[in-house]
Protein backbone atom coordinates (compact mmCIF):
# COMPACT_ATOMS: atom_id res chain seq x y z
CA UNK A 1 0.00 0.00 0.00
CA UNK A 2 1.09 3.60 -1.16
CA UNK A 3 0.87 6.13 1.48
CA UNK A 4 -0.05 9.82 -0.12
CA UNK A 5 0.08 13.55 0.90
CA UNK A 6 -2.11 14.63 3.76
CA UNK A 7 -2.47 18.45 4.08
CA UNK A 8 -1.80 20.52 7.19
CA UNK A 9 -2.04 24.24 8.44
CA UNK A 10 0.37 26.20 10.17
CA UNK A 11 -0.46 26.73 13.22
CA UNK A 12 -0.65 30.58 14.61
CA UNK A 13 2.50 31.41 16.21
CA UNK A 14 3.72 35.33 16.56
CA UNK A 15 7.00 35.74 15.51
CA UNK A 16 10.13 38.06 16.44
CA UNK A 17 11.89 39.25 13.37
CA UNK A 18 14.19 41.69 12.29
CA UNK A 19 15.44 43.07 8.75
CA UNK A 20 18.81 42.97 8.19
CA UNK A 21 20.23 46.24 6.01
CA UNK A 22 23.61 45.09 5.98
CA UNK A 23 25.13 48.21 7.84
CA UNK A 24 27.56 47.61 10.34
CA UNK A 25 24.93 49.30 12.68
CA UNK A 26 22.27 46.19 11.67
CA UNK A 27 25.03 43.55 11.79
CA UNK A 28 26.12 44.06 15.49
CA UNK A 29 22.13 44.63 16.17
CA UNK A 30 21.63 41.32 14.64
CA UNK A 31 24.84 39.59 16.69
CA UNK A 32 23.96 41.23 19.77
CA UNK A 33 20.25 39.55 19.52
CA UNK A 34 21.43 36.31 18.89
CA UNK A 35 24.37 35.64 21.33
CA UNK A 36 23.88 33.03 23.68
CA UNK A 37 21.47 30.98 21.73
CA UNK A 38 22.18 27.75 19.88
CA UNK A 39 21.93 29.70 16.68
CA UNK A 40 24.25 32.68 16.55
CA UNK A 41 25.16 35.35 13.82
CA UNK A 42 28.28 36.43 13.52
CA UNK A 43 30.63 38.35 10.70
CA UNK A 44 32.55 35.33 8.36
CA UNK A 45 34.12 35.69 5.21
CA UNK A 46 31.76 34.38 2.54
CA UNK A 47 32.93 32.40 -0.76
CA UNK A 48 34.18 36.08 -2.34
CA UNK A 49 36.51 36.72 0.57
CA UNK A 50 34.00 39.77 1.82
CA UNK A 51 32.58 39.54 5.43
CA UNK A 52 29.35 39.24 5.75
CA UNK A 53 26.54 38.31 8.12
CA UNK A 54 26.01 34.46 8.93
CA UNK A 55 23.62 31.97 11.29
CA UNK A 56 24.51 28.95 12.26
CA UNK A 57 21.19 27.61 11.74
CA UNK A 58 20.30 23.93 13.00
CA UNK A 59 20.76 23.19 9.54
CA UNK A 60 24.42 24.20 9.13
CA UNK A 61 25.36 28.03 8.70
CA UNK A 62 23.42 30.61 5.92
CA UNK A 63 24.51 34.20 4.90
CA UNK A 64 21.95 36.57 5.54
CA UNK A 65 21.98 39.42 2.73
CA UNK A 66 20.68 43.04 3.03
CA UNK A 67 17.16 42.94 3.39
CA UNK A 68 16.83 39.34 4.55
CA UNK A 69 14.77 38.71 7.54
CA UNK A 70 16.40 37.08 10.63
CA UNK A 71 13.35 35.60 12.19
CA UNK A 72 13.24 34.08 16.01
CA UNK A 73 11.61 30.40 16.09
CA UNK A 74 9.19 28.73 18.76
CA UNK A 75 12.23 27.13 20.16
CA UNK A 76 14.56 30.49 20.18
CA UNK A 77 16.74 29.42 17.27
CA UNK A 78 17.36 31.68 14.65
CA UNK A 79 17.57 31.54 10.93
CA UNK A 80 17.38 33.97 7.91
CA UNK A 81 14.33 34.37 5.58
CA UNK A 82 14.02 36.12 2.19
CA UNK A 83 11.95 39.19 2.26
CA UNK A 84 9.62 37.62 -0.90
CA UNK A 85 8.55 34.31 1.79
CA UNK A 86 8.90 36.63 4.78
CA UNK A 87 6.12 38.87 3.56
CA UNK A 88 3.73 36.08 1.89
CA UNK A 89 4.26 34.47 6.03
CA UNK A 90 3.81 37.17 7.90
CA UNK A 91 1.74 40.23 8.91
CA UNK A 92 2.38 43.07 11.34
CA UNK A 93 1.56 41.86 14.55
CA UNK A 94 3.49 44.69 16.87
CA UNK A 95 5.79 47.35 15.78
CA UNK A 96 8.76 48.21 17.94
CA UNK A 97 8.40 51.17 20.08
Known amino acids: ?9 KKPVVIRAMQAT ?3 DSNRAIIDWTRGS ?3 ASMDLN ?5 QLSI ?6 HWVGPDDFVIE ?9 KPEIFY ?7 RAA
Request: net charge negative; hydrophobic share 25%.
Open 1 to 9: MTQSPISYR
Open 73 to 81: GVAGEFYPC
Open 22 to 24: GTP
Open 88 to 94: QTYDVVE
Open 47 to 51: PFGEW
Open 56 to 61: ATLEGS
Open 38 to 40: KTP
